[in-house]
């Protein structure tokens, strides 16, 4: 499902040259582990295709029947629905790594074991589940070179009602200004079956349009109430589309400080078709994802100038080693019109060169990067990620103008979380001879 929030936390001026030294780091840096033994999903692995063998040479039939240990909120129906489908297959062909991956597909489960147990009624699929992190509170901080910052709490319920289902309420407070936020997702349990998206945002803005070199151009602050409401299909076990519609209604607020401003705010309703195709997997360490994204936005002013969007979103990761992966990321976006309230952010661009409050209508970025374990624990383990970046960009402010330069981050994962809960980053414009430096604490917005 594809959220817009256009409030993503911005990465700011800094004279601190970190970036090259995370580099380093991230290139030749040994991998190490705190603890001698074999990683316990390994073994797991190792241990599930030892059974599977064992039971194969036996030959003894077909599944009869699935049965689960570990569930302790979620729903049994839950879990039951994706693993009927080895029901009926002979035992030979039961590949455990498609039984762990229907589980974590679930999005709220991992395995702890799978085996086949003969009984008198035929051979039985047990699988034993834990139940990953879904309740927890989710605090939020993030800091520039540049002394802007943002903090805030949020409460995130990932298996709401038992049922997958996803609930969010939280808001933020800093210097780009406060928010407030609530959000439901509706996953069926069944697939092919639509999710839906109710989102709600209130949010007071303080506004300034960047050029690459950080010089203000505009500044002015707005007060926005948006309602969204989303449908995602799914065609294919990897193939969906979308349809998004949100109402927005802006405000802007004229004070000592303001310069350059739009002349007035506007009301726009927004129709967002798209499809999206993704894969994941995931391995000792990483959720690895693959995916492309493209979607058509038609911005209706009542009152307000309407406009166009164009957008494309891409990302590759692929472990290539132990402890290694690749990560690619890309990200395009084409407007019409001029309105400075059609303006955005780099984030669509999806690099971290340029000054997160630079503005322009038009972007196309490319992010080639490598990431690297380079430290474990028990409860989470440690990363570096380099990276090279380009951005074309275009807009009233900086005119057309191309970016490059590299970055690194110092990440940190916790072991039930798939995402960075912690996150250094460091990044050199190379076409503007400046650095930027990020911290983020919690889920990134």
Known sequence: MTIDFRHKPPSQKTRIAFSFLALLVFFFAPAYSLFSQEDAAASAEALAVATA??????????????EVTGLRRTREHI????????????????????VR?????????DTVSEELVQTEDGLILYVTVWEMWSIFPAPVFFMTGGGDFNFGFFFADANAF??????????????????????????????????????TIYQDSDVRNLDRYETVHRRYSTSSLRFLFGIEQPLSENLSVFFNTRLNH???REDEASFNHPQSGATHLRFNPGVSLQTRSRDAYFLSVQGLSLGYYYNWGIPGNSFHEVEFQGVFERPIAYRLRWSIRSGAVWRSGSDPLAEDGPQSAQVH???????????????????RVIARFNWGFFTVLGSMQSVFSYGPIGGRQFDWGPTGELRMYLTRLPLPAFGLNTAYNVSSRRFQLSITVGMEM
């Open 53 to 66: 063998s064992a039971v194969a040479d036996s030959g003894d039939g077909t599944v009869v029947g699935v």
């Open 79 to 98: 879990i039951l629905y994706p693993l009927q489908r080895f029901v009926g297959m002979p035992a030979a062909e039961i590949d455990f790594a498609e």
């Open 101 to 109: 991956g229907a589980v974590l597909d679930t999005g709220v489960l």
């Open 162 to 199: 038992g049922a997958r289902h996803m609930m969010v309420l939280g808001g933020m407070y800093g210097t780009f200004g406060w928010m407030g936020m609530t959000l439901f997702q509706y996953r069926p349990t069944r697939s092919g079956l639509p999710e839906l998206l109710f989102l």
């Open 250 to 252: 802006l405000t802007i």
């Open 353 to 371: 060169i340029l000054p997160g409050r630079f503005s322009a209508m038009h972007y196309a970025g490319l992010s080639l990067g490598m990431e």
